[in-house]
C-alpha cells in the first residue's frame, strides 16, 4: 500500500498530520513516511500540550537564524532569500523519514505522540509525504 499526503503550511512550524495518516493506515506492518522536499522534516512529537511545537520552532530558529543575522553572514546559498540555506540546514540536522509499526489498522504511536511536518521555510508550500505500508 503507498499514497502521497499534501501537507498545506503557512511558514515556519510543526504541522500534525497523524489523523490523515491514522484514517489510511490497515493491517499491520511498517509504516514510512518520506518528505519529499529538501526544506522541511518530519518528527514524532508530542501532541498534547500546543508549547512544545511552539518551543521546538523558536530552538530551531535560533539555533540556525535566517541569513540576515550577522552570525550566519558565511552562507552562499541564498537564492531563494534569507530563509533557503537555514531551511536546508535545518532538514539536514532532522529527519525526513520516519518509521513506525502498524497493528491491527493502529499505529504503535504513544500517548502523546503524534507525526509533524516541521516546516523550515517563511512563504506558505503544500508539502508531500510519501508513504508506504509494508504489510
Not at 519529499?36 to 518528527?43: E, F
Not at 508549547?51 to 553572514?73: G, K, W
Not at 552562499?76 to 535545518?90: N, S
Request: aromatic share 10%; proline share 8%.
Amino acid at each position: 500500500m503507498q499514497t502521497t499526503f499534501q501537507i498545506p503550511t503557512r511558514g515556519p512550524g510543526l504541522y500534525e498530520f497523524t489523523d490523515q495518516v491514522a484514517a489510511w493506515v490497515q493491517g499491520s506492518g511498517v509504516l514510512t513516511l518520506f518528505v519529499r522536499h529538501t526544506s522541511c522534516s518530519l518528527l514524532i512529537q508530542e501532541n498534547a500540550d500546543p508549547e512544545v511545537q511552539n518551543d521546538l520552532r523558536n530552538f530551531f530558529h535560533r539555533l540556525v537564524p535566517p541569513t540576515t543575522d550577522p552570525s550566519m553572514a558565511y552562507l552562499t546559498h541564498t537564492y531563494e532569500g534569507p530563509d533557503d540555506m537555514p531551511a536546508h540546514i535545518k532538514a539536514a540536522m532532522m529527519p525526513v523519514s520516519l518509521s513506525i509499526p502498524v497493528e491491527n489498522g493502529r499505529m504503535r504511536l504513544g500517548t502523546w505522540q503524534g507525526i509533524y511536518l516541521f516546516e523550515h521555510r517563511n512563504a506558505p508550500h503544500t508539502r508531500q509525504v510519501a508513504a508506504y505500508l509494508a504489510v
